[in-house]
Nanobody
């Protein structure tokens, strides 16, 4: 059974930093397009950043220049380094793994980790 387990969330003051981790089991993060999403109360889930299986990264405009997505293939773990945090970054952050083949789409989600940024 594929598992994505996020950690590293918590309460931080505005301007602070956090690093989220997503440990994967039963899949290789290097072979999947990996991404971080977030969902604030009352809002739709939005894409924060993504890293493809070819190491191309895309960062959403709201976090560009502040957040960095990366992965450690040896540890089979995805990361999100979040700097200069703002209260509007408060949300549940989810790890996602996607892979598309000729036959099906593989789409896995973690359980989420809460980030709260106080002003």
């Amino acid at each position: 059974q594929v598992q994505l387990v996020e950690s590293g969330g918590g309460l931080v003051q505005a301007g602070g930093s956090l690093r989220l981790s997503c440990a994967a089991s039963r899949i290789s993060v290097s072979a999947y397009n990996m991404a971080w999403y977030r969902q604030a109360p009352g809002n739709q889930r939005e894409l924060v950043a993504t890293i493809t299986s070819r190491d191309n990264t895309i960062t959403g405009d709201p976090v560009k220049g502040r957040f960095t997505i990366s992965r450690d293939n040896a540890k089979n773990t995805l990361y999100l380094q979040m700097n200069s945090l703002k209260p509007e970054d408060t949300a549940v952050y989810y790890c996602n793994a996607k892979q598309s083949t000729s036959f099906r789409l593989y789409d896995y989600w973690g359980q989420g980790t809460q980030v709260i940024v106080s002003s």
